[in-house]
């Protein structure tokens, strides 16, 4: 009876030590690109939750697809960018997608159009927690982008664009976001 109870507690180690081999869970959807919509505060993101349709969702949906969090959850396999809600329609419920905001999208690319046009002197006074006081001008060309940017630039060409935001500063990314910019 004893060698029993040990033969099925060793059993049972093998399953559990050969099914958990210590790797953390993979995301799924492309962290990169969640990353940036979220970051840059220009979109909004829909994703069906306990089977219903939400919107304005993007700390509900960064948590869900990072494995590191404690709200990852392994149901969402992709996350899409599109120009508009009608576009967002009829994606599986497996998906999460975005889009850029009306109007708050528009006054990103006003800011991020401030933040190329800062020159010298500009550059050197902002500085935040400890990070370089000055960084480098920055031209779209450096990033394949053209002037203006578009809305649609932000969902066609959003590697480059996220190149671009990540060229800022932190302080100048915070200007962005919160319309700190212009006059």
Excluded at 23 to 29: D, F, G, N, Q, Y
Excluded at 127 to 140: A, K, Q
């Amino acid at each position: 009876m004893k060698e029993n109870i040990i033969l099925t507690i060793l059993i049972a180690m093998t399953l559990i030590l050969t099914s958990c081999d210590g790797r953390e869970p993979e995301a799924l959807v492309n962290l990169d690109k969640i990353d940036y919509a979220f970051d840059i505060r220009a979109f909004e993101f829909q994703m069906v939750i306990d089977g219903e349709l939400k919107t304005e969702v993007p700390n509900t949906a960064l948590r869900s697809a990072h494995p590191t969090s404690p709200n990852f959850n392994p149901f969402y396999t992709d996350f899409i960018l599109v120009h508009g809600q009608e576009e967002a329609q009829g994606f599986p419920d497996t998906t999460i997608v975005a889009w850029p905001r009306e109007g708050r999208a528009q006054d990103i690319i006003g800011g991020i159009h401030w933040a190329v046009a800062r020159d010298d002197t500009d550059l050197i006074i902002y500085g935040l927690f400890g990070e370089p006081r000055e960084r480098s001008p920055i031209s779209l060309e450096d990033f394949g982008l053209t002037y203006p940017l578009t809305v649609a630039d932000l969902v066609d060409n959003w590697e480059k664009v996220n190149a671009l935001w990540n060229a800022f500063t932190r302080n100048e990314r915070s200007h962005i976001r919160y319309g700190f910019w212009g006059d």
